[in-house]
Nanobody, 122 residues
Framework: VQLQASGGGLVQAGDSLRLSCAAS????????MAWFRQAPGKEREFVAA??????RYADSVKGRFTISRDNAKNTVYLQMSSLKPDDTAVYYC??????????????????WGQGTLVTVSS
């Protein structure tokens, strides 16, 4: 089972970017899929999650980021808009077989992608 994240890059503040995470090895349609990020010198933090028609966001990205998924393609997306320098981080996609009330905790996810770097310049 593999998760492959892509779409990162260098953008300017206010720009938009879409990350993709392609899953292979099994069907993830019934899984919780999430995005986390880790900025330099900081701990990894929750960004967004999607499961069973439900989506959740960190307060810091609410209204700017949108998580979506195409189950036919086994792919989850993170559309990021109005990017800020504080959004600079390595973004990771993650998956788990079931959702729980602890969906914001990275330890609740079994599968992880390799990360894609997003750099937002001011």
């Amino acid at each position: 089972v593999q998760l492959q994240a892509s779409g990162g890059g260098l953008v300017q503040a206010g720009d938009s970017l879409r990350l993709s995470c392609a899953a292979s090895g099994r069907t993830f349609s019934g899984y919780i899929m999430a995005w986390f990020r880790q900025a330099p010198g900081k701990e990894r933090e929750f960004v967004a999650a999607s499961w069973s028609g439900t989506t959740r966001y960190a307060d810091s990205v609410k209204g700017r980021f949108t998580i979506s998924r195409d189950n036919a393609k086994n792919t989850v997306y993170l559309q990021m808009s109005s990017l800020k320098p504080d959004d600079t981080a390595v973004y990771y996609c993650a998956a788990n077989g079931w959702a729980s009330s602890d969906y914001m905790r990275d330890m609740k996810y079994f599968y992880w992608g390799q990360g894609t770097l997003v750099t937002v310049s001011s």
